[in-house]
Structures are given as structure tokens and as C-alpha cells.
């Protein structure tokens, strides 16, 4: 649904009790409530940080009330706000470790290697993509760690999207939250296109679809709500 705070119109809907997916341009991004605060999972291109603070206000929260930024992946239309929203206040900017350097800025990430159908895609999607500007991180996070949010969520080292792709996994819920290694598309369930490494991208979908999840959410597309694990396991990877 359209959610209009103070000029700033968001395209949210809840997605399970207490996460709400943020439609943001290009990528979405999502909202976890707990009872002490909020975390951000991705920022949406530069220039989202307005929508967000609509979406805080929405849920009857301040810009001061985001605990944490969780970054699935250093990609400008994921990682694009995370310097404007890190600045708000104390929340902290979790990335996974091999990509915390592409996040800082200290190097450029390294570049897709694009399939001929992605090509054509990419094209299309990432006209007129700002570059993410540089953004500090409080917290590198490697495969296993568990993170203080819904009673526990754990991240998942998804290499090969990027070399640091993180998913989040929900346990006490039910819920995954993929970033860019699994995407819907035309109502397929499939790989997540643009990968620096494909074969690893493949190998850490098979991960994710041996979880036992009742939820999916991802970095674009809309979610998969009831029996995920299947949706999952029936992936396909139409861009090859
Ligand atoms: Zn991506």
C-alpha cells in the first residue's frame, strides 16, 4: 500500500508481523520491529533516506529509533542510502565481511560478470543507478554470527552474488531474507542476476533452499508467503 507521511510517499506492506517490506525505487528494503527499536535490512538507491523515516514515522517511530543497518550486499541499490541513514543516529551499519571494504568505499567492488541475458537486463535497470557513496561499518559479520533481532536472526555467508552477500535468517519466525542471491521474477522464484561469481551464486541458493522457511523475502520482487523451502528448491535460472 501508498503510505503518504508529510510529503513523502512509501510503497510498504507488513510481510509477517513485524517486517515490513519497503518497495524503495529499484530495490526493496525491509523493516524489522522489535520492541526496542528497528533494523534496517538494505537502504535502497541514494536518496531513499526519506522514505524510510516516512516508513519509521509510519510505525509510529523516530529516525532515532533505527538500532541497526543490516546490508545484504555492497551494491549501490542496496547499500545507496546507507551513509545518509548511518548518519541520523546510533545505528549501527552491519556488513559481511568481504564486502565491508566495497561498503567504506576504500575499493570498488568488483563487477558482475554478465551473462548475455543479463547484459540486456542490466541495462534497463541500472539506467540512471547512482553510485553509493562510501559509508562507515560498526560491524563485519561473518557466516553463523547472530544478530539481536527477532529473537535471534541469523546471517548467512552467501558468496558469490558479491564475495560478502549475507542472508538473514529468521528461525523463531519462519522467515529468509535472501538479498540479491535468489530474486522473483515474472512470478518465478529464480537466481538473483549479476553476479561477480555464478557458480558460488547457484551453490549458495541450494544452501538457502535446504532451510526450513516458511517466508522468503528478497532484494527485488515480491515475497514468498507460505511453504518458501519449495518455492526455493524449484529455482530456476532463466539468465543463464
Ligand atoms: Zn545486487
Known amino acids: 500500500m501508498d503510505v503518504g507521511v508529510d510529503d513523502v510517499d512509501v510503497d ?3 510481510v509477517v508481523p513485524g517486517l515490513h517490506l519497503l518497495r524503495l525505487p529499484v ?3 525491509y523493516l524489522w520491529q522489535d520492541g526496542d527499536g528497528a533494523t534496517l ?3 535502497g538507491p541514494p536518496g531513499s533516506g526519506a522514505a524510510v523515516a516516512a516508513a519509521l514515522e509510519f510505525l509510529g517511530l523516530a529516525r532515532q529509533d533505527l538500532r541497526r543497518v543490516v546490508l545484504t550486499h555492497f551494491h549501490d541499490d542496496h547499500a545507496g542510502s546507507a551513509a545518509e ?3 541520523w543516529a546510533g545505528a549501527r551499519v552491519v556488513v559481511g565481511r568481504a564486502d565491508a ?3 567504506r568505499g576504500d575499493v570498488p567492488g568488483p ?3 554478465f551473462t548475455a541475458a543479463e547484459q540486456a537486463l542490466h541495462a534497463v535497470v ?4 547512482e553510485p553509493a557513496p562510501g559509508c562507515r ?3 563485519e559479520v561473518d557466516d553463523g554470527d547472530v544478530l539481536d533481532l527477532a529473537g535471534g536472526a541469523v546471517v548467512l555467508g552467501v558468496p558469490g552474488h558479491t564475495p560478502g552477500s549475507i542472508a538473514l535468517h529468521l528461525p523463531r519466525h519462519g522467515v529468509l531474507i535472501t538479498g540479491d542471491t535468489v530474486a522473483e521474477h515474472q512470478g518465478q522464484v529464480v537466481l538473483g542476476p549479476f553476479n561477480t561469481d555464478r557458480a558460488g551464486a547457484w551453490a549458495s541458493l541450494q544452501r538457502l533452499a535446504a532451510l526450513d522457511v516458511e517466508a522468503a523475502c528478497f532484494g527485488h520482487g515480491e515475497p514468498v508467503l507460505g511453504d518458501a523451502a519449495a518455492a526455493l528448491r524449484r529455482a530456476t535460472d532463466p539468465f543463464a
Open 101 to 103: 571494504a566495497f561498503v
Open 85 to 87: 541513514i548511518a548518519a
Open 12 to 14: 510498504m506492506d507488513e
Open 41 to 43: 535490512i538494505d537502504t
Open 126 to 129: 541500472a539506467a540512471g543507478l
Open 111 to 113: 563487477p558482475p560478470v
Open 27 to 29: 530495490a526493496n528494503a
Open 137 to 139: 561499518v560498526d560491524e
